[in-house]
């Protein structure tokens, strides 16, 4: 059974940076292509960016040229770096694989940027 772990989130003002990471449980993490997801209050889940077992990745348009997703596979951990915090970056993190499967969402790790 696949479990994720978020951590690394907090309180930051806008401008900042915080660095999330993903712990993952399972053998097959190595082959999996890995996503971070955020939700914002009354706002659905959306994908934020995502990384191919290859290290292939793409961006949402708002988080392009500041957000970094990277992994390390010796670690099953996928890592969420995030440069230029905005105000609207405020939502609660997660990770899980694409496509997302239900039973493997996390409790994630909130992220609030004040302005």
């Known amino acids: 059974q696949v479990q994720f772990v978020e951590s690394g989130g907090g309180l930051v003002q806008a401008g900042g940076s915080l660095r999330l990471s993903c712990a993952a449980s399972g053998s097959t993490f190595s082959i999996k292509t890995m996503g971070w997801y955020r939700q914002a209050p009354g706002k659905q889940r959306e994908l934020v960016a995502r990384?191919?077992?290859?290290?292939?990745?793409t961006y949402a348009n708002s988080v392009k040229g500041r957000f970094t997703i990277s992994r390390d596979d010796a670690k099953s951990t996928v890592y969420l770096q995030m440069n230029s915090l905005k105000f609207e970056d405020t939502a609660v993190y997660f990770c899980n694989t694409w496509l997302p499967r239900p039973d493997y969402w996390g409790q994630g790790t909130q992220v609030t940027v004040s302005s």
């Open positions: 990384i191919s077992s290859g290290g292939t990745t």
